[in-house]
């Protein structure tokens, strides 16, 4: 879950700490199905859901490396109301789970000599990215791939873990979220469409294939656990023409959708920009920036999108100092884990309904705590 701008920071935070199967038939066979229209509602004035869900960020991809098997069970077992499995599609039009389609800095694929003419430059969202792509890539060559830790400096203790697991499809992170819903407990997926503007540009278009893999599932209304979740807005007001799944607006404290459908986000956020997105979408996902920036005093924006029918999930809570503001750091270390849990509560008191975390055992437990006063 990463815009462009984020995507820098990202960039940023790594040169710093340096310093320091239904998918698979659909593409077998191209044939796209086109579901009937079910537009999602939103009620007039949104009141805070409670219990606010607990969305595992990548996983629990503090713990273990993201957009894998394994980081996406480790926060099932953590208690996670949801998983989410960032998207991007093979050459052979196959989802697979992944924080950009540019593996370079999640996978093995240096490492593999039969890959290194495959190495190359492509301008995604106007940014220059240079390594091995996904669309580059059929599913069957992937897979023999391997996942690594993206922020090794950072998480040192999931370096131990590179090499150990594949680069999932999206088909594998249904089928464990089914395998986990038992008694009585439903674990949901909540989906990102990465690029996708970019995809479709270059031949490999994500909103029916992904209307229909879901599907398929048997999710296709609002009582469904599912979400999908873009940066972009015409993606998602394709997907609401297609599907009665819940829609979140992701959004940023800068910049603007990569699909220019707005001028910014700034002019989203705006009373008549919520209102604008209700129209189509069932929340909004935005930066915590957007909602409290640091120590400074929190925004009006819990309270203006609720006023406008739109339910807040923000992302991203991690536990690292440095993504925490500075009263809520522990020492000067960047690594060191500071105090995760109070910036949860500071959120959670505002009224937000649901929340991203890399550390989905930490926020369970905080929400857990809160609903039983």
Do not use: C
């Amino acid at each position: 879950m990463t815009h462009s701008s984020t995507a820098k920071a990202a960039q940023t935070v790594a040169a710093l700490l340096l310093s320091l199967a239904s998918s698979a038939a659909i593409a077998q066979t191209g044939a796209m199905p086109h579901p009937v229209p079910a537009p999602v509602t939103t009620p007039a004035a949104a009141q805070p859901l409670s219990p606010p869900i607990v969305i595992a960020h990548r996983g629990a991809s503090g713990l273990r490396p993201e957009h894998t098997i394994a980081s996406y069970t480790l926060a099932i077992e953590q208690g996670a109301d949801f998983i989410e499995p960032d998207l991007v599609l093979t050459k052979d039009d196959v989802f697979v789970a992944r924080h950009e389609n540019d593996i370079t800095g999640t996978t093995d694929v240096a490492k593999h000599p039969e890959f290194a003419a495959r190495r190359t430059t492509k301008v995604i969202d106007g940014e220059s990215h240079t390594g091995w792509f996904t669309e580059d890539f059929t599913l069957t060559e992937l897979k023999t791939l391997r996942a690594v830790e993206r922020l090794p400096k950072l998480r040192p203790g999931n370096v131990k873990y590179d090499g150990q697991f594949e680069v999932p499809t999206l088909a594998e992170v249904i089928a464990l979220a089914k395998q986990h819903s038992v008694g009585g407990r439903v674990v949901g997926i909540y989906p990102e469409t990465k690029h996708p503007s970019y995809f479709a540009r270059i031949g490999h278009p994500m909103e029916a294939r992904l209307v229909a893999e879901l599907k398929a599932a048997g999710w296709d209304k609002p009582s469904d656990p599912v979400f999908i979740q873009s940066f972009e807005v015409d993606n998602l007001k394709r997907i609401h023409a297609m599907t009665g799944l819940r829609l979140i607006q992701l959004m940023d404290a800068s910049g603007g959708p990569a699909d220019h459908a707005v001028p910014s986000y700034a002019a989203m956020v705006t009373p008549e920009g919520l209102k604008a997105v209700a129209k189509y979408a069932y929340g909004i996902g935005p930066g915590l920036a957007m909602i409290e920036n640091g120590d400074a005093p929190p925004t009006t924006l819990v309270a203006d999108a609720h006023a406008a029918g739109l339910r807040l999930h923000p992302w991203t809570f991690r536990a690292e100092n440095i993504f925490l503001p500075p009263s809520l750091q522990t020492g000067t270390d960047p690594a060191v884990h500071g105090r995760i849990e109070d910036a949860m509560r500071r959120y959670l008191a505002l009224g937000i309904d649901g929340f991203f975390t890399d550390f989905p055992g930490i926020g369970v437990k905080v929400r857990n705590a809160l609903k039983e006063k």
